[in-house]
């Protein structure tokens, strides 16, 4: 007689309830993929911030206007307004430079819409608020623009809050 080989139905229900079980247990390790592509579009905005800030400074060596405030510097994404070499923080500066788009959110440290010249400005993802004024954590990159001809501007991100 021959002997018949497969699984039993209770076989393939423990099998059934394993693999449950090790969905749930792996499942939450991949619902967090938002704030994973929040933080990292904002840490490829502080390189592209970072990136214009150089070209731009590199610009403003080649045309001898480093030294100058205000000056202006011409790029691909139009007239770059500049402050010791470096794009201003204001309007038509680093916004400009780096090109960030519709999908990027420019503030100050008030958390309003920038309209002004300021010497910072903050560019979050569109449709988050970052929080400058609790000290909470925030989603953000922060520009700071030159201050004087020994004080280059700078980049600094923050993605706790992602």
């Known amino acids: 007689m021959k002997r018949q080989q497969g699984f039993t139905l209770i076989e393939l229900i ?28 904002v840490k490829g905005a502080q390189a592209s911030i970072q990136g214009a800030m150089q070209l731009v400074y590199a610009r403003s060596l080649v045309n001898g206007t480093e030294d100058d405030s205000p000056a202006t ?10 402050s010791y070499g470096y794009p201003d923080a204001d309007v038509g500066g680093i916004d400009v430079a780096a ?39 925030s989603c953000h990159v922060l520009y700071t ?17 992602c």
């Not at 510097?73 to 500049?82: A, H, L, P, W």
């Not at 959110?105 to 608020?129: I, K, N, W």
């Not at 623009?145 to 809050?161: I, R």
Request: net charge negative.
């Open 145 to 161: 623009e030159a201050a004087d001809e020994d004080t280059p501007a700078t980049v600094a991100v923050n993605t706790a809050g």
């Open 14 to 41: 423990i099998v059934i309830v394993v693999l449950g079980i090790l969905a749930v247990t792996a499942a939450p390790q991949f619902i967090n993929f938002s704030s994973d592509a929040r933080e990292s579009t």
């Open 73 to 82: 510097v011409t790029t691909e994404g139009g007239t770059v307004t500049t």
């Open 99 to 137: 090109g960030l788009g519709s999908d990027w959110s420019r503030y100050d440290s008030t958390t309003t819409p920038v309209t002004a010249s300021v010497a910072e400005a903050a560019f979050a993802p569109a449709g988050v608020t970052p929080d400058f004024t609790s000290g909470n954590d």
